[in-house]
């Protein structure tokens, strides 16, 4: 069985641009969830997805959004990448509602903004 | 809003000795409660995780921790550390009304030869 696949594993992108990262949750699993990993902030929610909605948005700016196709892949982007965005960024997929507590988590996308 | 705390940041310890890596949390009402390791540019592995029923929890790598409801506590232990222990430990709770984690800050373990 298949775990979360996160892609790409590395991206370099110049301060300004806009970044799109994909995660591909577990079959089956209807829930995907986004958080970002910093040493100084450490690891927060983004937002989570389920069944293409958004369920749940953690406290970042607009310029981070998201969003889940019918086959429940997801996609998070930053637009006008601030050096801050700088970090690791990791998706975790669950069954579906109520189900978080039996979440995987995916290996990560290592962003770096210069 | 959900806090988590773990205390220490950095935890040495000699390869074989006792590990216990302590965590605590902010909740009246006791949450779902986990332990993730991450490697080196890695995701999160699930060490163990207390939902209901026995507060002695047993996890891979021969982890355990033991939920505490008076003292809001999930610390996790470990009899003999190995070296393959060296890594970055989370704490993390999911209210039991809630759907999303809230981690800890982490803490380094390091194994020392």
């Known amino acids: 069985k298949a775990g979360v696949t996160q892609t790409p594993r590395y991206l370099i992108k110049t301060r300004g641009q806009q970044v799109t990262l994909s995660c591909s949750p577990i079959?089956?699993?209807?829930?995907v969830s986004w958080y970002q990993q910093t040493p100084g902030q450490g690891l927060q929610f983004l937002f989570e997805?389920?069944?293409?909605?958004?369920?749940n948005k953690g406290n970042f700016p607009g310029r981070f959004s998201g969003r889940q196709f019918s086959n429940s892949r997801s996609e998070m982007n930053v637009s006008t990448l601030e050096l801050g965005d700088s970090a690791l960024y990791l998706c975790a997929s669950s069954l579906g509602e109520h189900r978080v507590a039996e979440a995987f988590f995916g290996q990560g996308t290592r962003l770096t903004v210069v | 809003a959900q806090s988590v705390t773990q205390l220490g940041s950095h935890v040495s310890v000699s390869e074989g000795a006792l590990v216990l890596l302590r965590c605590n949390y902010s909740?009246?009402?006791?949450?779902?409660l986990f332990w993730y390791v991450q490697y080196p540019n890695q995701g999160l592995q699930l060490l163990l995780k207390y939902t209901t029923g026995a507060t002695l929890v047993k996890g891979i790598n021969g982890f355990e921790a033991e939920f505490k409801k008076s003292e809001t506590s999930f610390h996790l232990t470990k009899p003999s550390a190995h070296m393959s222990d060296a890594a970055e430990y989370f704490c993390a709770v999911i209210p039991n009304t809630g759907n999303q984690f809230y981690f800890g800050t982490g803490t380094s373990l390091t194994v020392i030869p």
């Open positions: 909740s009246s009402v006791p949450p779902y």
């Open positions: 997805y389920f069944s293409e909605t958004q369920r």
């Open positions: 079959s089956g699993h209807r829930s």
